[in-house]
Every structure is written in structure tokens, then in C-alpha cells.
């Protein structure tokens, strides 16, 4: 593991909520899980491509076994009732040497409100940090919020094979 294992920070969004961002921890399992249950399908649909509610154990080991050097998972946790709760994840997985593929989600509540934009920078900062050099993403393309949040940051669309995903590269250093 890496001092990636241990980041943590807390900002404020442009509301003024306060929100932190954290590396996710295996006691995270739990409260994933419940955000995942605060999530809409539609939601779900747009970061796994296919309808999910559920996730198999050997899908709840990967998302949750996180290395920190090829695998780099953050959370974002915001206060409901004076407890902090899951409000949005972001990770990325090195795929090959320099190479990563970032994913994100943000619980419908929490949308449109910054949530995406913060993970992102931080997820940014951290793989730029690792001397990676460049990362990529796949968004659908009815997925607006998340393809303009990805132009935000100065993703290019790029050439690809699967023509039912919008293929998006962010050059590093």
C-alpha cells in the first residue's frame, strides 16, 4: 500500500456543504452498500451498463480489496443526522503501465451539486501523483451530466471499439 491508503481532505461544495474526501477502507463495505441502495437504477445503469441492484460476493470483494498502487478507490462522506454517509465513489484501475480507467458514482441526491467534479480532481491529483500519464474513462452517451464533467477536466473523446460507449482520454504531466 502507499500513502494513498491514508489520504484524506474536506472541502466545501459551492452550497456550502462540507464534504469528505477520503481513501475508501474495508470497513466501508457496510456503508457502500447502502449507498449503492440510495441510488437509482438509472443511476446504476449509467456507471455498470447494465442494470444493477446487487452485487455478488466476488463482486463485493474487488470493489472492495483496494491495493492503492493498481487499484485506487475514494469516497466522498457528507453529514446526515451527525453521521457521515457515502454520498459518491470514484476509482481507477491501472490497466496497463501509465494507463488507468476511472469510473465514478454519486447518489441521486447528491448530483449535480459538485460531488463528480471534487472525486474527480482529487482521483486526477493522486493518478498524477502515481507518474501515471494517462487516463481514460467509458460514459454512455445519454450520460450528459457525466460526459460534461469529464470535458471539465479536459477529457477527449477518442477513438475505440464498442460504439454503444463514448470512449474519453485525459493525457497526464
Not at 442494470?51 to 457528507?78: C, P, Q, T, Y
Not at 491529483?125 to 470535458?151: C, D, H, Q, R, Y
Request: hydrophobic share 45%; proline share 3%.
Amino acid at each position: 500500500m502507499t500513502e494513498t491508503a491514508n489520504y484524506a481532505t474536506c472541502e466545501l461544495l459551492s452550497d456550502g456543504s462540507r464534504i469528505e474526501v477520503r481513501a475508501l477502507q474495508p470497513e466501508d463495505e457496510a456503508d457502500m452498500l447502502a449507498a449503492v441502495g440510495k441510488t437509482s437504477a438509472q443511476s446504476l445503469q449509467r456507471r455498470f451498463f447494465v442494470m444493477k441492484r446487487h452485487f455478488s460476493d466476488k463482486e463485493r470483494v474487488f470493489f472492495m480489496d483496494i491495493d492503492f498502487r493498481n487499484h485506487v478507490a475514494i469516497v466522498a462522506l457528507a453529514d446526515d443526522a451527525g453521521r457521515k454517509v457515502i454520498v459518491g465513489g470514484g476509482r481507477y484501475i491501472v490497466f496497463e503501465p501509465g494507463r488507468a480507467e476511472m469510473a465514478f458514482v454519486v447518489i441521486d441526491t447528491w448530483q449535480g451539486r459538485g460531488v463528480g467534479s471534487l472525486l474527480m480532481r482529487h482521483l486526477i491529483m493522486i493518478a498524477s501523483a502515481a507518474g501515471l500519464n494517462e487516463l481514460t474513462a467509458e460514459v454512455l452517451p445519454e450520460n450528459g451530466a457525466m460526459l460534461k464533467v469529464f470535458g471539465k477536466f479536459g477529457f477527449r473523446p477518442a477513438a475505440h471499439r464498442d460504439p454503444q460507449t463514448i470512449h474519453l482520454v485525459l493525457k497526464l504531466g
